[in-house]
């Protein structure tokens, strides 16, 4: 329901200005519409969405966590062979950000498509770098933390579920696959 919406939002930001025979506005049916999505609870604008995006209480968002994570990655490069050696503090905090149960990424959806998210590309590294690590452990026979590993990875690329962008899904399908 929520990607039909976005669609929707999308769609009207390109409509009524082409100054048709309704003079710009939308027509009735159209408007009808978007109060029944209302109604329903759901957002119609960007501002609308970027309301209903939930910011998780105080302490409990893994988001600075995960971003000081994003900084501290050393080697960014997953077939570098000191990928894994060199971002042993950024898998710490990794791990310590996973502990939070909630997620909220510091972007205003009301920007539209011109909404910078940096943070897409960090946690598509960061799951190379949970992946490798998994595989490391396993390897050493460390089985516990092997699945601590994937149990982690899963959290990161969870972390962007209630993220109302869609590229930001597909980066969290994608992780979820790395992992």
């Known amino acids: 329901m929520l990607l039909a919406v976005l669609a929707l939002l999308v769609g009207l930001s390109g409509c009524g200005k082409s100054g048709g025979t309704n003079g710009g506005k939308p027509d009735a049916a159209l408007t009808a519409r978007l109060e029944a999505i209302r109604q329903a609870g759901q957002p119609v604008t960007l501002a609308e969405l970027n309301a209903w995006y939930p910011e998780p209480p ?5 988001a600075p966590l995960y971003a000081e994570a994003f900084a501290a990655l050393a080697v960014a490069d997953a077939k570098s062979p000191s990928f894994l050696t060199k971002n042993q503090p950024a898998l710490a905090l990794l791990h310590k950000a ?10 205003d959806v009301s920007e539209g498509v011109s909404l910078p998210l940096p943070h897409l590309a960090k946690i598509k590294t960061c799951a190379q770098l949970l992946s490798k690590e ?6 050493k026979g ?3 933390l092997a699945a601590q590993d994937v149990m982690d990875g899963l959290r990161l690329a969870g972390s962007l579920e209630q993220e109302p962008v869609q590229i930001s899904q597909l980066v969290r399908i994608s992780s979820d696959t790395l992992t």
């Open 134 to 139: 998994t595989m490391a452990n396993a390897a």
């Open 98 to 107: 996973a502990t939070k149960s909630q997620c909220r990424y510091p972007i």
């Open 58 to 62: 105080a302490g409990e968002n893994a």
């Open 142 to 144: 460390r089985v516990d």
